[in-house]
């Protein structure tokens, strides 16, 4: 299967301070990707589409100000959650799709656990 | 309504047994179907894929999609123990991803 690659796997910051997480597709050519924010023993929660080259779509409920999404070329999508706060500590993970076949499934980055202290 | 219900469990089956896991979905336009496994602390990794009804079956596990009722399900013979994880049904209902809250299945040796 296509491979997403997401860095970093772990990350702890202080409060107050912002954090980047990169998405990488990097066999394929994504023009949209997904994030989402996993809490302990809870479901995928789809954060917002990360459309290439335009303004990123976000859910209901997700600040678009605190959670800052770029999407500059094909192969990389950046979260940048701002201001973090230790009620943001979580799990992050990025979604691809390979647009090649018309029914393709969604691959996944390694996911980022951050932690904020 | 959710867009995706599946059951929590905990489910726990013997080794060897054939675990069955369910979902059900809201929206009839839903095209693809897909099942992921995840263990603890890691990124959902995709099972199997399903777009037309009836049965697909890939090793030891089979995925049924009935559209008429809006079920899909996945069954997993012989369980083992490494098949302990956490399974997350989704729907693709145009370009977005609708996952379930995922069922926890646990295999006792």
């Known amino acids: 299967g296509a491979v997403v690659s997401q860095h970093p796997s772990w990350v702890i910051c202080k409060s107050g301070t912002s954090v980047k997480i990169e998405c990488r597709s990097l066999?394929?050519?994504?023009?949209?990707m997904f994030w989402y924010r996993q809490f302990p023993k809870q479901s995928l929660m789809l954060m917002a589409t990360?459309?290439?080259?335009?303004?990123?779509?976000?859910e209901q409920g997700v600040e678009k100000d605190k959670f800052l999404i770029n999407h500059a070329s094909l192969t990389l999508s950046t979260l940048t959650v701002t201001s973090a706060h230790p009620e943001d500590s979580s799990f992050y993970i990025c979604?691809?799709?390979?647009?090649?076949?018309?029914?393709?499934?969604?691959?996944f980055g390694q996911g980022t656990r951050l932690t904020v202290v | 309504q959710k867009e995706v219900e599946q059951n929590s469990g905990p489910l726990s089956v013997p080794e060897g047994a054939i675990a069955s896991l369910n979902c059900t979905y809201s929206?009839?336009?839903?095209?693809?179907f897909f099942w992921y496994r995840q263990y603890s602390g890691k990124s959902p990794e995709l099972i199997m894929s399903?777009?037309?009804?009836g049965d697909k079956e890939d090793g030891r596990f089979t995925a049924q999609l009935n559209k008429a009722s809006q079920y899909v399900s996945l069954l997993i013979r012989d369980s083992q123990p490494s098949d302990s994880a956490t399974y997350l049904c989704?729907?693709?209902?145009?370009?977005?991803?609708?996952f379930g809250t995922g069922t926890s299945l646990t295999v006792i040796p």
């Open positions: 399903i777009y037309s009804n």
């Open positions: 989704a729907v693709k209902t145009g370009n977005q991803f609708y």
């Open positions: 066999d394929f050519q994504a023009t949209t």
């Open positions: 990360s459309n290439e080259g335009s303004k990123a779509t976000y």
């Open positions: 979604s691809a799709r390979d647009y090649q076949g018309q029914d393709t499934e969604a691959f």
């Open positions: 929206d009839r336009g839903s095209q693809s």
